[in-house]
């Protein structure tokens, strides 16, 4: 909980435009904090709120393409899990990997593909 202290010693443009790595060691310092374990904060504070929003915005986009033939249940299970587990970590602040990793099963695992591709006698309904 004390990562959300960061923001406490945070002006407004470093909120909206962010600051480099020097930055955030020193706002890291000020706030007491060792290590930022949450990658929304984490590009929050190297890009920015501005650029977080558009990200998020061009990612949301993208999921609702991928996601367009998964039911609703479905959809909110797999992003809702993927969301809560990779904000608990840092990794997808540096490496892109595991996000390129779950939109490629979310491309080959759409329902539309796979059971156009995998027997029946494979898939329960």
Do not use: H
């Amino acid at each position: 909980i004390d990562i959300w202290n960061i923001f406490q010693v945070m002006y407004n443009q470093e909120i909206l435009y962010g600051t480099d790595d020097a930055g955030i060691e020193l706002l890291m310092s000020y706030a007491g904090l060792y290590a930022l374990e949450n990658f929304w904060i984490i590009l929050i504070l190297r890009f920015g709120a501005i650029f977080l929003f558009v990200y998020t915005l061009c990612y949301v986009s993208l999921f609702r393409i991928l996601f367009k033939e998964y039911s609703l249940f479905d959809k909110s299970i797999i992003i809702g899990t993927f969301v809560l587990i990779a904000s608990t970590n840092n990794s997808l602040a540096d490496n892109f990997s595991a996000l390129f990793i779950f939109m490629m099963c979310s491309y080959i695992f759409n329902p539309r593909y796979f059971n156009k591709y995998v027997s029946r006698k494979y898939i329960e309904k």
